[in-house]
């Protein structure tokens, strides 16, 4: 449950590092000075460093990324784009992770898939401590847990609060994906989106035309099932806004 979840107090204290080794910054030791003030120790081993820095930011993040289709398939597609799928569940977060270290290890003399990485996190709680203001360009919702009763509609990871923390890690001009084979939670999503003052809905026309949509329909583990059972996808995107000048 939630409290053994790890997360940094902010984002410059993430350390990237051990998701994305291949983007990790060369650095002499001593530019490593401790984060923290240095506390009286025996052992200086003990004493917080400064996170390895990365060379790029993390900018697409897919929520809740479930077995990690939408990333291995997202990967090839933006290679110089730094992408994270966050999962609540330990053994799904677990198989995401043996998963990239796999496709690494067959690509051995390409960077590919050394641009995704896959965290345990609970999205509804923390994003904003691993991503800065503007950070991230695209945040997908693919196949949300519906929570059809309406006692249970809290915990969707759509609502008027989690809307604004996504509107908070995404820069002008970011978009939201989301996509859902249930009618009803495809309008809540809608709803709620097109309520809130930081996102505007993109047009059928560009929606069609991103590769991503497509990638989305055909290469989540959700969207596969779908398929077989011959079930419609609701797709909507969400541009986010400009902040009003005040
Ligand atoms: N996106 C994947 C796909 O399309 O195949 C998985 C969809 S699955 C129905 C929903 C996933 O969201 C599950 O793997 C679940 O564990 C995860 N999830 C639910 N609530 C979450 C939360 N608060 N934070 C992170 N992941 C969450």
Redesign the pocket.
Known sequence: SDHRLIYPPHPDQMDWSSLYPDYVVDEPQDQQSPAAPETPSDNNDSAPLKPKRISKDVEVA??????G??LVALAPLMPDTLILG????VS?TQFVEDRIKALRAQNPDSRLYRNVGVLR?????FLPNFFRKGQLTKV?I????PHFKARKHKQR?VSTTLNSEYAYVLRPGGIVYT?TDVLDLHEWMVQHFNAHPSFERVGEEEQEADPCVGIMRTE????KKVERHKGQKYVALFRRLEDPAW
């Open positions: 897919d929520i809740g990324c479930g077995f289709g939408l966050l999962e609540i569940r799904v996190a609970n999205t509804m709680k997908f693919c196949f949300p847990d990871i996509i989540t583990e959700e969207g």
